[in-house]
């Protein structure tokens, strides 16, 4: 699977954004997906994850509320729409894949990584 993020962009702080990742080949739906984002400095954090089907989400704590993420199998496509943005969200944002049987929230679950898409916050 190769996946391709985009829509990444400078925001005023409350400001939404939404994010997009496409992937290539047929198994898409198969693979549980997760938006994960890395600040200057600081390690690749978990940001939200979806289940194979859509129906199962899961969201750090700074962004429930703010951030939803969901997926289209039809188009191999996952999203992650975010309002209400902060400076400190500001980071690179990947999206990944991983065996749905995998823990959700680790860097090293996930087999497939996009390239990332810089989210810039500003206050």
């Known amino acids: 699977v190769q996946l391709q993020a985009c829509g990444g962009g400078l925001v005023q702080a409350g400001g939404s954004l939404r994010l997009s990742c496409a992937a290539s080949?047929?198994?898409?739906?198969?693979?549980?997906m997760g938006w994960f984002r890395q600040a200057p400095g600081k390690e690749r954090e978990f940001v939200a994850a979806?289940?194979?089907?859509?129906?199962?989400?899961y969201y750090t704590d700074s962004v429930k509320g703010r951030f939803t993420i969901s997926r289209d199998n039809a188009k191999n496509t996952v999203y992650l729409q975010m309002n209400s943005l902060k400076p400190e969200d500001t980071a690179v944002y990947y999206c990944?894949?991983?065996?749905?049987?995998?823990?959700?929230?680790?860097?090293?679950?996930?087999?497939?990584w996009g390239q990332g898409t810089l989210v810039t916050v500003s206050s």
């Open positions: 990944a894949a991983r065996n749905p049987r995998s823990d959700y929230g680790r860097v090293a679950s996930y087999i497939y």
């Open positions: 080949g047929r198994t898409f739906s198969s693979y549980a």
């Open positions: 979806v289940s194979w089907g859509g129906g199962i989400t």
